[in-house]
């Protein structure tokens, strides 16, 4: 089998082929071996939940794919969450014809990620969708784990940490659909955040991972939902070099861009430091830096920044779609 | 260079110093347009804006956005274009096509059958759209400055050279000097000096502006887009204004040439010719537009198209806002019902736009 057929989805001998030979060679694990319906696991304390579904265009990006992301997106939700991530499910919609090389290459990438985050897929789904009703292939994760903290508590003097540089994965993405001509080497900042989980033992009250929206719409989110006064600082804000460079091209504003590996911390003042030195040691934390702080001023429920020119302006929630200007 | 050096919050400091000391010695109330929506941009988004305003010294918005100052009929135009004609793909920059209308804007219409609407980020990909659609006829509706106007102009070229039959364009090409002319001819507007914009003036130099210095007496500076840039431009007016002289300065001498860039000005100059140019605020302004001299190539040619106005939205102040009458808070419509989610003029879609500027950055002042 080349290409995906709609045969595939009448469950039939097709598909427990399909089943042996792409699924369990590459996810195969105790758990899934066995093709049940549902899987039967161990988990101690009290149990987080979350999903999330992966539409990316194009699916292989710098730095990953769309099967990177969705285990790095679900694990990054529970990790934030104050959750140890342990198992996922793995839900698959594909597009009839989608190539079956791409499918091997998504699940190994799947493979990988879960490997390094340490987490099982147990369960799962195929669904095959005639041609033209899909972009080539979705996917479904839900991942549940162990509560290992409750976050919250968030109080003035606390303050804002960055686990790293911002925007890659929207700028790896530009780069990748071709959409600008620009040419280079950037990559997707894609990982599971796995590594941060410590951060709950080290005083750390309240994390969020950066996705669409961007910085700006988390530090909104966080100011909204703690009813806080956030002050934020441009000028602390890590930005690699080519991000830097194609938004001043593009009249972007990094604040608003995605990333897929990048978290906000919020801890009290006398813990920044020893955060700080334990973040810079994570291979995606090297630019992990303190950006500002709750308190600052006197708006309660919203985010002030001061600009690298040293004006105060009030950071808005991400509005409509980011446009690159015309001139 | 790094332009970070040119935002950074010491140096801004420094030139604030001298700004200072200017004002106080010119000791009274100064109104300064800055054409460019680029311009209005660094200044709000700074806070140097509201700034200066304290000190007595107004930021003027100019009519140098070009999404802000086309007018409703060529946006009917291409409305009535993509809704009644089958087999059309309309291209356009993104901010253009959600310029709202009393009906929808453009991205949201329901195009008649086959037809559909593209967003572009660049002119040049209009031939590659062109050359993918054979059994469609692509329009461009190509609106810009002299910034944008020269790779508009190379596009043109290239569809005659390589003798694409499917493709058009509705042009709204405008020409920077000629407003600046208008609003000073009006005497309606009280301007003490020009920021004159840094783009444009890459392509046309600084020496078309002589005419505003020589004329009417106004000082002016071409500068760049970071916060220093715009404050040593205002400072090269401000010194202009002390010594009671009007020049036309350059204070953004690593991108602006007093010629500027004879090269560019070719393309255009071979694809197009001046022509009368109706703006949104001012109706029409002589020799202030340009056309396409292949006049096949032309839309309004090809398809028998009109100015259409029934799309024209009679509450909104944008025409008002561009002319410098009115500040964006002034419009009856600013912040209600008009805003960036549900927009009512183009002044509130395009990120040049002042009515989008002073609604996000209006609060926004320096402290550095």
């Given at each position: 089998?080349?290409?995906?057929?709609?045969?595939?989805?009448?469950?039939?001998?097709?598909?427990?082929?399909?089943?042996?030979?792409?699924?369990?060679?590459?996810?195969?694990?105790?758990?899934?071996?066995?093709?049940?319906?549902?899987?039967?696991?161990?988990?101690?304390?009290?149990?987080?939940?979350?999903?999330?579904?992966?539409?990316i265009q194009p699916i292989f990006f710098p730095g990953g794919d769309i099967?990177?992301?969705?285990?790095?997106?679900?694990?990054?939700?529970?990790?934030?969450?104050?959750?140890?991530?342990?198992?996922?499910?793995?839900?698959?919609?594909?597009?009839?014809?989608?190539?079956?090389?791409?499918?091997?290459?998504?699940?190994?990438?799947?493979?990988?990620?879960?490997?390094?985050?340490?987490?099982?897929?147990?369960?799962?789904?195929?669904?095959?969708?005639?041609?033209?009703?899909?972009?080539?292939?979705?996917?479904?994760?839900?991942?549940?784990?162990?509560?290992?903290?409750?976050?919250?508590?968030?109080?003035?003097?606390?303050?804002?940490?960055?686990?790293?540089?911002?925007?890659?994965?929207?700028?790896?993405?530009?780069?990748?659909?071709?959409?600008?001509?620009?040419?280079?080497?950037?990559?997707?900042?894609?990982?599971?955040?796995?590594?941060?989980?410590?951060?709950?033992?080290?005083?750390?009250?309240?994390?969020?991972?950066?996705?669409?929206?961007?910085?700006?719409?988390?530090?909104?989110?966080?100011?909204?939902?703690?009813?806080?006064?956030?002050?934020?600082?441009?000028?602390?804000?890590?930005?690699?070099?080519?991000?830097?460079?194609?938004?001043?091209?593009?009249?972007?504003?990094?604040?608003?861009?995605?990333?897929?590996?990048?978290?906000?911390?919020?801890?009290?003042?006398?813990?920044?430091?020893?955060?700080?030195?334990?973040?810079?040691?994570?291979?995606?934390?090297?630019?992990?830096?303190?950006?500002?702080?709750?308190?600052?001023?006197?708006?309660?429920?919203?985010?002030?920044?001061?600009?690298?020119?040293?004006?105060?302006?009030?950071?808005?929630?991400?509005?409509?779609?980011?446009?690159?200007?015309?001139? | 260079?790094?332009?970070?050096?040119?935002?950074?919050?010491?140096?801004?400091?420094?030139?604030?110093?001298?700004?200072?000391?200017?004002?106080?010695?010119?000791?009274?109330?100064?109104?300064?347009?800055?054409?460019?929506?680029?311009?209005?941009?660094?200044?709000?988004?700074?806070?140097?804006?509201?700034?200066?305003?304290?000190?007595?010294?107004?930021?003027?918005?100019?009519?140098?956005?070009?999404?802000?100052?086309?007018?409703?009929?060529?946006?009917?135009?291409?409305?009535?274009?993509?809704?009644?004609?089958?087999?059309?793909?309309?291209?356009?920059?993104?901010?253009?096509?959600?310029?709202?209308?009393?009906?929808?804007?453009?991205?949201?219409?329901?195009?008649?059958?086959?037809?559909?609407?593209?967003?572009?980020?660049?002119?040049?990909?209009?031939?590659?759209?062109?050359?993918?659609?054979?059994?469609?006829?692509?329009?461009?509706?190509?609106?810009?400055?002299?910034?944008?106007?020269?790779?508009?102009?190379?596009?043109?070229?290239?569809?005659?050279?390589?003798?694409?039959?499917?493709?058009?364009?509705?042009?709204?090409?405008?020409?920077?000097?000629?407003?600046?002319?208008?609003?000073?001819?009006?005497?309606?507007?009280?301007?003490?000096?020009?920021?004159?914009?840094?783009?444009?003036?890459?392509?046309?130099?600084?020496?078309?502006?002589?005419?505003?210095?020589?004329?009417?007496?106004?000082?002016?500076?071409?500068?760049?887009?970071?916060?220093?840039?715009?404050?040593?431009?205002?400072?090269?007016?401000?010194?202009?204004?002390?010594?009671?002289?009007?020049?036309?300065?350059?204070?953004?001498?690593?991108?602006?040439?007093?010629?500027?860039?004879?090269?560019?000005?070719?393309?255009?100059?071979?694809?197009?010719?001046?022509?009368?140019?109706?703006?949104?605020?001012?109706?029409?302004?002589?020799?202030?537009?340009?056309?396409?001299?292949?006049?096949?190539?032309?839309?309004?040619?090809?398809?028998?198209?009109?100015?259409?106005?029934s799309w024209e939205n009679m509450a909104c102040g944008c025409g008002d806002?561009?002319?410098?009458?009115?500040?964006?808070?002034?419009?009856?419509?600013?912040?209600?019902?008009?805003?960036?989610?549900?927009?009512?003029?183009?002044?509130?879609?395009?990120?040049?736009?002042?009515?989008?500027?002073?609604?996000?950055?209006?609060?926004?002042?320096?402290?550095?």
């Amino acid at each position: 089998m080349d290409r995906i057929s709609l045969s595939l989805g009448s469950g039939g001998k097709l598909m427990r082929e399909f089943l042996r030979t792409l699924i369990l060679r590459h996810l195969g694990n105790p758990c899934l071996d066995g093709l049940a319906d549902s899987a039967h696991l161990e988990i101690r304390g009290r149990v987080g939940f979350t999903t999330d579904s992966f539409v990316i265009q194009p699916i292989f990006f710098p730095g990953g794919d769309i099967g990177r992301l969705a285990v790095a997106g679900t694990v990054n939700d529970l990790v934030v969450s104050g959750i140890k991530p342990l198992y996922l499910s793995l839900s698959l919609i594909l597009e009839e014809g989608f190539p079956v090389s791409d499918l091997k290459k998504v699940l190994s990438s799947v493979r990988e990620a879960a490997a390094e985050a340490g987490v099982m897929v147990v369960t799962g789904d195929t669904k095959v969708v005639r041609r033209g009703e899909a972009d080539g292939l979705y996917i479904n994760t839900a991942g549940v784990g162990q509560v290992v903290a409750e976050p919250g508590g968030i109080e003035g003097g606390d303050v804002i940490i960055l686990t790293g540089s911002v925007g890659d994965h929207s700028v790896a993405v530009m780069v990748a659909r071709r959409e600008f001509e620009f040419e280079g080497e950037m990559e997707s900042d894609c990982r599971p955040l796995h590594g941060l989980l410590p951060l709950w033992q080290m005083g750390v009250k309240w994390m969020r991972d950066i996705t669409r929206g961007g910085l700006a719409t988390i530090l909104c989110e966080c100011a909204e939902g703690g009813d806080v006064p956030v002050f934020v600082e441009e000028a602390r804000v890590p930005l690699s070099a080519p991000v830097r460079a194609i938004s001043e091209i593009l009249g972007l504003d990094p604040l608003y861009l995605a990333s897929e590996g990048k978290a906000v911390v919020i801890a009290p003042r006398d813990r920044a430091e020893g955060i700080v030195d334990f973040l810079r040691s994570l291979p995606a934390g090297k630019s992990s830096a303190v950006i500002g702080r709750i308190g600052g001023h006197e708006r309660k429920g919203e985010v002030v920044l001061k600009s690298i020119s040293g004006g105060l302006r009030l950071l808005e929630p991400l509005t409509g779609e980011l446009l690159p200007r015309i001139c | 260079m790094d332009p970070l050096l040119l935002r950074e919050e010491r140096s801004v400091r420094a030139l604030l110093k001298e700004v200072d000391a200017l004002l106080e010695r010119v000791d009274r109330e100064l109104r300064i347009m800055e054409v460019c929506g680029t311009h209005t941009m660094t200044a709000h988004r700074s806070g140097l804006g509201n700034l200066l305003r304290k000190k007595g010294l107004r930021l003027i918005s100019g009519p140098g956005c070009p999404v802000c100052i086309t007018p409703d009929g060529i946006v009917g135009a291409a409305a009535a274009l993509v809704t009644e004609r089958p087999d059309i793909v309309l291209a356009s920059f993104g901010d253009m096509l959600r310029v709202p209308t009393p009906k929808k804007h453009l991205l949201h219409l329901v195009p008649a059958k086959g037809s559909t609407v593209k967003t572009i980020y660049s002119p040049e990909e209009v031939l590659d759209i062109a050359r993918a659609s054979p059994g469609k006829q692509v329009v461009f509706l190509a609106v810009g400055f002299e910034t944008t106007i020269p790779s508009i102009a190379w596009t043109v070229e290239e569809a005659e050279r390589s003798g694409l039959k499917n493709l058009s364009f509705i042009t709204c090409l405008r020409l920077v000097p000629p407003p600046l002319r208008a609003i000073l001819a009006s005497g309606e507007s009280g301007l003490d000096g020009f920021i004159y914009p840094g783009h444009v003036s890459v392509i046309i130099g600084s020496q078309p502006y002589e005419f505003i210095a020589r004329e009417f007496s106004v000082p002016g500076a071409v500068t760049g887009f970071e916060p220093v840039d715009l404050l040593l431009g205002i400072l090269s007016v401000l010194r202009q204004i002390e010594g009671g002289e009007a020049r036309v300065d350059i204070a953004y001498s690593r991108a602006v040439r007093p010629e500027g860039n004879p090269a560019a000005r070719r393309v255009m100059a071979s694809a197009c010719e001046v022509t009368d140019g109706e703006w949104r605020g001012f109706g029409a302004i002589p020799a202030s537009g340009l056309r396409l001299r292949n006049r096949d190539l032309d839309a309004f040619e090809r398809f028998s198209l009109a100015y259409d106005f029934s799309w024209e939205n009679m509450a909104c102040g944008c025409g008002d806002v561009v002319r410098g009458l009115i500040e964006p808070e002034q419009c009856p419509l600013f912040g209600n019902p008009c805003t960036p989610e549900q927009p009512m003029g183009p002044c509130m879609v395009s990120v040049e736009g002042s009515c989008l500027i002073h609604y996000k950055y209006g609060d926004t002042m320096w402290t550095g």
